[in-house]
């Protein structure tokens, strides 16, 4: 009796299984979207998907397609009404869990993001660690470029952020962290901004696309992005080049920084006071500088200080005159001044309030063979 008992309990536990699962055969995978304006208003949706028997052939099955990928493109009123025209085109079911990238054309950023963010923030199968590009060509194209490297281009983006060495203009936006920036009253968001290089068949990131709110007002380059990178704590490997009479060119590399933001109180007004603590590795000299003394070492940290601590300045200004806090400026007068704090206030101090920005850079290491 006991033992039929226990096989009656074990019973539901044998036919448990994903009852409403889908076998990954019936699937279309997503590798990346693109958004542009289609007409009258309308928004275009394209999906690059995979075309699994190019990648992994089988035998005996027809080789219809040369590529690896398609692009498939939709209009509807917005993200999701475009989906069924899209699930038209497929022989099995779109599946945006593996979508990687993104691309969000000018035109559209423009014109303002949060009825396009909030699709990407609502539905279940799109991965919040997706990264989020600005084109300033139609998404659709950028999506059916080829790569040198043979590449599909959705998943070739996402290693371009993760790879090392590539932390110096080149910023990642993951929709989780667009969506944050651009629902806070304290920070502006920003977007990289991806060219293609028709020639050399490669992508390029060309500087960042500055938001304020949810509308893009103007955009950083590729020096500009490389001090907010600096200012933000976002730069982990950046280059610097610059003229330092004795020495010639001289460049660094492996530069980064730790920065603090202050507030302080003077007689004519709040002062925004920003301290940046950075370091790098001297590694060329165009007048082979070797036998550097304590004098030469002092010199060259100098000389980056002040040349950072100069376009440092020139970009606040430029985000200044946008209107765009990146840096979440506006976190910190909310600290100080909580119980007057509003973010229309905000809005109009931002751009006249003083920002004081002290740089010390040292030199870690100077590369010389010995």
């Known amino acids: 009796m006991k033992r039929k008992a226990l096989l009656f309990c074990l019973f539901p536990l044998i036919l448990m299984g994903c009852w409403n699962a889908e076998d990954i055969n019936d699937r279309v995978l997503v590798l990346a979207a693109g958004l542009d304006q289609g007409e009258n208003g309308r928004l275009r949706l394209s999906v690059q998907v995979p075309i699994?028997?190019?990648?992994?052939?089988?035998?005996?099955?027809?080789?219809?397609?040369?590529?690896?990928?398609?692009?498939?493109?939709?209009?509807?009123?917005?993200?999701?009404?475009?989906?069924?025209?899209?699930?038209?085109?497929?022989?099995?079911t779109l599946f945006f869990g593996h979508m990687k990238t993104v691309l969000i054309a000018e035109e559209l950023a423009a014109a303002g993001l949060k009825s396009i963010i909030d699709a990407l923030r609502r539905h279940p199968g799109v991965p919040p660690q997706a990264h989020v590009l600005l084109v300033k060509d139609e998404a659709a194209a950028m999506l059916s470029h080829a790569l040198w490297h043979k590449g599909i281009p959705g998943i070739s983006l996402v290693t371009f952020f993760h790879a090392q060495g590539k932390r110096d203009q080149a910023f990642d936006q993951p929709v989780w962290r667009l969506v944050r920036n651009i629902s806070l009253p304290t920070q502006d968001a920003f977007l990289p901004i991806l060219e293609y290089d028709t020639d050399e068949e490669t992508f390029i990131i060309e500087g960042l696309g500055v938001l304020h709110d949810d509308r893009l007002v103007g955009?950083?380059?590729?020096?500009?992005?490389?001090?907010?990178?600096?200012?933000?704590?976002?730069?982990?490997?950046?280059?610097?080049?610059?003229?330092?009479?004795?020495?010639?060119?001289?460049?660094?590399?492996?530069?980064?920084?730790?920065?603090?933001?202050?507030?302080?109180?003077?007689?004519?007004?709040?002062?925004?006071?920003?301290?940046?603590?950075?370091?790098?590795?001297?590694?060329?000299?165009?007048?082979?500088?070797?036998?550097?003394?304590?004098?030469?070492?002092?010199?060259?940290?100098?000389?980056?200080s002040t040349h950072l601590e100069r376009e440092?300045?020139?970009?606040?200004?430029?985000?200044?005159?946008?209107?765009?806090?990146?840096?979440?400026?506006?976190?910190?007068?909310?600290?100080?001044?909580?119980?007057?704090?509003?973010?229309?206030?905000?809005?109009?101090?931002?751009?006249?309030?003083?920002?004081e920005v002290k740089v010390e850079f040292t030199v870690d290491n100077y590369g010389i063979l010995r």
């Open 52 to 92: 699994v028997e190019e990648l992994l052939p089988i035998f005996g099955s027809p080789q219809v397609n040369k590529g690896s990928f398609a692009v498939l493109t939709a209009e509807g009123e917005s993200i999701i009404g475009a989906v069924p025209t899209l699930q038209s085109k497929t022989q099995r």
């Open 219 to 304: 955009e950083l380059s590729g020096e500009e992005a490389r001090m907010f990178g600096l200012l933000s704590g976002n730069t982990r490997s950046a280059y610097l080049n610059l003229p330092i009479s004795e020495y010639g060119w001289v460049a660094m590399r492996q530069v980064r920084a730790k920065t603090k933001i202050g507030y302080k109180k003077t007689r004519t007004g709040p002062v925004i006071t920003i301290d940046v603590k950075a370091h790098g590795c001297l590694i060329e000299s165009t007048k082979m500088a070797v036998r550097l003394n304590r004098e030469d070492r002092q010199r060259i940290d100098h000389a980056v």
């Open 312 to 355: 440092m300045r020139k970009t606040l200004q430029k985000l200044q005159g946008l209107g765009a806090d990146l840096l979440a400026l506006g976190e910190m007068y909310r600290v100080h001044n909580a119980s007057t704090w509003e973010p229309s206030a905000w809005e109009r101090i931002y751009p006249e309030i003083p920002i």
